[in-house]
C-alpha cells in the first residue's frame, strides 16, 4: 500500500503564499503521475495541477499564473507553490498519486488525507 501525507495548509490573507508538500511512503516501486485537487464547501472536487513522471505539467485555468507544481523523485514528494491567493482558492487540498508496488503489481490511486487551506482577511 501506499500513504500519501499532505503538509502546509493553514489559514493566509488574500495576496499572500502557501507551499504544500505531499509524501508518498510504503511498498512503493514506481510512481507515475502526481498531483493536486481541492474541494470548496458545496462544490465538487476538481483538479488543480498534475505532474508526469517524465515532467510534464499541467494547471488548471483558475490557478494559472499562480500556481506551481513541481516533484522531487528521489524523494516521492510533490509541491505546489501557490502565490496571490485569492478567497475563491479556500478548500481542502488532496494530494494524489498513480504508483506501483511492484513489477507485476497494477498501478494503483492513492489519495491524502487532505489539508486545509483558507484564504481570508
Known amino acids: 500500500q501506499v500513504q500519501l501525507v499532505e503538509s502546509g495548509g493553514g489559514l493566509v490573507q488574500p495576496g499572500g503564499s502557501l507551499r504544500l508538500s505531499c509524501v508518498a511512503s510504503?511498498?512503493?516501486?514506481?510512481?507515475?503521475?502526481m498531483g493536486w485537487h481541492r474541494q470548496a464547501p458545496g462544490k465538487q472536487r476538481e483538479l488543480v495541477a498534475m505532474?508526469?513522471?517524465?515532467?510534464?505539467?499541467t494547471n488548471a485555468d483558475s490557478v494559472k499564473g499562480r500556481f506551481t507544481i513541481s516533484r522531487d523523485n528521489a524523494k516521492n514528494t510533490v509541491y505546489l507553490q501557490m502565490n496571490d491567493l485569492k478567497p475563491e482558492d479556500t478548500a481542502i487540498y488532496y494530494c494524489?498519486?498513480?504508483?506501483?508496488?511492484?513489477?507485476?503489481?497494477?498501478?494503483?490511486?492513492?489519495w491524502g488525507q487532505g489539508t486545509q487551506v483558507t484564504v481570508s482577511s
Open positions: 494524489t498519486a498513480d504508483a506501483r508496488a511492484g513489477l507485476f503489481h497494477d498501478v494503483g490511486h492513492y
Open positions: 505532474s508526469t513522471s517524465s515532467g510534464g505539467t
Open positions: 510504503g511498498k512503493i516501486f514506481k510512481i507515475g503521475d
